[in-house]
């Protein structure tokens, strides 16, 4: 495995550790590996190599389809768009304009900027 320190805002980070303390993950690391696999498995042709990875994001998800789905279709495509324009900027290695998108698209709590966030380790 490959070590990658990431800085988030104190009150991401305060979610994460609410989410490790009431047993959701078993660590703040794991929240992060099973984020960044996540937005992958979502974004195209990855499949997670994560243990429980399946187990984890079942347990997340359980609440069952959501009432329209029509509207979920519309946030996850857009949530899409997001995540291909923030690596966009990434890739042109424009970390800062790819933070300052995630900032503006979501509030720093949202677990989709968590997840964001997470997709440019990769390209620091």
């Known amino acids: 495995m490959v070590k990658s320190t990431v800085r988030f805002p104190e009150a991401v980070m305060d979610r994460v550790e ?3 303390e009431d047993d959701v993950f078993s660590s703040k690391s794991e929240f992060q590996r099973f984020a960044v696999e996540y937005v992958l498995s ?3 042709e990855y499949e997670a190599e994560m ?5 984890i ?4 998800f ?12 519309e946030l996850n495509e857009a949530f899409y768009e ?5 690596r966009q900027y990434a890739v042109r290695g424009d970390i800062g304009t790819a933070e300052e998108y995630i900032d503006t698209a979501y509030p720093v709590t949202d677990p989709r900027c968590l ?9 620091r």
Do not use: Q, T
């Open 115 to 123: 997840l964001l966030d997470d997709l440019l380790d990769a390209y």
């Open 62 to 73: 359980a609440s069952g389809p959501p009432a329209d789905a029509r509207d979920d279709a």
């Open 42 to 44: 979502e974004l195209g």
């Open 51 to 55: 243990v429980d990875f399946e187990e």
């Open 18 to 20: 609410e989410m490790v």
């Open 82 to 86: 997001n995540a291909a324009r923030v």
């Open 57 to 60: 994001r079942n347990e997340l």
